[in-house]
């Protein structure tokens, strides 16, 4: 376990260094959220409707933008087989680069998030929900794109391959996240939609290290 930590803490002083890639991400997730009231109108009302959904969609699509090298540039530097030859087990090294990923990438947009649903004139009495849908929902966004990063290693066009993989598996995610604001909003327990927010994050927890392994096994072999 000391070599997944030792990969954590090397991955995320990499982030530090490269900090434009996750200035990259918060650009992104801000301004293509403030295209939304040019495009559907700039009316409170209509806007605060749909806050939840916008929000939501943008941090998935930012969310992408990172995927494409979380693993293509262990296999272009040869770091993938030393990954593979690694004494630790390759399933705890994968989730160590996905917690590196969430923490460099889905934390920084989690802090912003509130600024651009004010933007969004979402209702402040929802911020704390949407905060813990974030906080509930992106690990599974991490874990499922760290399995899209996996299955694209030395794939061409590996950014589509990325969200064809991604995207649809991030609808239950979607919906519940969602869901879960709009029943703050509507004066309802949100908690039967955050316990499914932390469910999809344990299974994907449970699952998606082995299928990155596997994808990257296949992908040396």
Do not use: Y
Not at 62 to 73: C, D, M, V, Y
Not at 119 to 142: D, H, I, K, V
Not at 174 to 181: G, N
């Amino acid at each position: 376990m000391s070599a997944a930590f030792a990969l954590l803490r090397r991955d995320l002083s990499l982030g530090l260094r490269n900090v434009g890639e996750t200035l990259t991400v918060l650009a992104f997730f801000v301004i293509a959220a403030t295209l939304f009231p040019f495009g559907i109108g700039p009316e409170p009302q209509i806007l605060a409707r749909v806050a939840t959904g916008i929000v939501w969609v943008v941090a998935l699509l930012a969310s992408l933008l990172p995927l494409e090298r979380l693993f293509q540039a262990e296999a272009d530097e040869g770091g993938l087989d030393q990954l593979l030859l690694a004494p630790a087990p390759l399933e705890a090294l994968v989730l160590a680069k996905c917690a590196a990923l969430w923490l460099g990438s889905a934390v920084p947009l989690i802090a912003v998030s509130p600024i651009v649903a004010a933007m969004l004139q979402l209702p402040s009495e929802a911020f704390g929900t949407l905060l813990a849908s974030l906080l509930l929902g992106t690990p599974s966004l991490a874990l499922l794109g760290g399995i899209g990063a996996a299955l694209a290693v030395g794939a061409r066009k590996g950014s589509a391959l990325l969200a064809l993989i991604v995207l649809p598996l991030a609808i239950p995610v979607l919906i519940f996240a969602v869901a879960a604001v709009e029943a703050q909003i509507a004066g309802l327990s949100v908690r039967p939609h955050l316990f499914l927010l932390a469910g999809f994050a344990v299974f994907w927890l449970t699952v998606a290290p082995f299928a990155m392994a596997a994808a990257l096994r296949q992908a040396a072999s």
